[in-house]
């Protein structure tokens, strides 16, 4: 039997890749992220497509007449770049990689909360600029986090884990706002408190770490309006994804004091970081790191893998999302 045709759009780690291909007719892009119009081109070329974040598949690649690919095993968990509408109607699988990602983007979260809390990238800054005079009793002062109230924008399963490090860790007091309120076990596990809107959640919290997916529902939920609610000394973390912050909005506020900090991993427009924040000092800017560990970014490969091989098996297919 002939093997299925895969397109991997973007480099895998090796041991995933190196698994692919022991088992399916693959070719990998390692050259710049597919056009829409090679997108549309692959379309046609392969039984299955692995794409990441950064490939758009649009209601107009799904439309691309005579194609050939059935399935999608998306690399990562976020899956807003696929118009899942526009699959089903063409009787397309898609799959993402939930899980696994989850601790090492929590990690991320945290990594912000203290980056931007303590001042990290603007004490380095300076100290590496040479404007470091010695220790001094009031210099660089942060924030403690000890006590502080950590709010987050949705409740799934990186929420849950930024919920537990940041109170096993750092002491912090957990509430949480969500389309739906999460199960008392799963409230009592993380001693986490529902608000019931963001408005109020946005208006009670030390820092605010946004959780939701991207796409029409969450787009630009942080603005003007909800960062005028915001403490002063607040500080916002989004390690979801760009579209839910107005970004125009955010670096207007940073600049303002309206809010204290930001610690950013994700952004409208990647990779391009809007120019009004990379001059602020009060925003810490990380190029989309969440999953960005070795072992993460295989078990995302392997995890993806997994699911191609249930589709081509006959198989349900485990992480399915259209
Ligand atoms: C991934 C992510 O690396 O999985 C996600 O949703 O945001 C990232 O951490 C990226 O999406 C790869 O496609």
Not at 115 to 125: I, L, Q
Not at 134 to 147: C, E, H, I, K, V
Not at 232 to 259: C, F, H, M, P, Q
């Amino acid at each position: 039997m002939t093997k299925p045709k895969i397109l991997i759009t973007r480099p895998w780690p090796a041991g995933a890749q190196a698994y692919m291909q022991s088992r399916y007719d693959v070719t990998v892009n390692d050259a710049a992220p597919l056009t829409p119009a090679q997108l549309s081109e692959a379309m046609t070329q392969y039984d299955a497509v692995c794409p990441t974040v950064t490939d758009k598949l649009t209601v107009e690649v799904f439309a691309t007449p005579n194609a050939r690919v059935k399935m999608i095993g998306n690399f990562g968990a976020g899956y807003e770049h696929i118009d899942i509408n526009a699959a089903k109607a063409a009787g397309i699988t898609v799959s993402n990689t939930p899980d696994v990602l989850t601790e090492a983007t929590a990690d991320i979260a945290l990594m912000l909360m203290l980056m931007t809390s303590r001042r990290a990238s603007e004490a380095e800054r300076q100290l590496r600029d040479g404007g470091w005079k010695g220790w001094g009793t009031t210099a660089m002062m942060g924030q403690s986090l000890q006590g502080k109230t950590l709010g987050l924008v949705g409740f799934g399963r990186i929420a849950q884990a930024t919920a537990h490090k940041a109170r096993q860790a750092l002491g912090m007091e957990i509430a949480y706002y969500s389309r739906r309120q999460a199960a008392p076990d799963i409230e009592a596990a993380h001693g986490a408190r529902y608000v019931a809107s963001l408005d109020e959640l946005a208006a009670q919290s030390d820092i605010l770490s946004l959780h939701t997916p991207g796409g029409p529902e969450t787009h630009h939920m942080v603005n003007h309006r909800l960062l005028s609610l915001m403490k002063k000394s607040a500080i916002l973390i989004n390690t979801a994804r760009g579209s839910v912050v107005k970004e125009d909005d955010l670096a207007e506020a940073l600049k303002a004091g309206t809010i204290w900090a930001a610690g950013l991993d994700v952004y409208e427009r990647e990779p391009i970081v809007h120019d009004a924040l990379l001059p602020l000092n009060n925003a810490v800017l990380l190029p989309h790191l969440g999953s960005a560990t070795v072992e993460t970014r295989e078990a995302m490969g392997m995890r993806a893998a997994r699911n191609v091989d249930q589709f081509f098996a006959g198989e349900a297919v485990g992480d399915r999302v259209a």
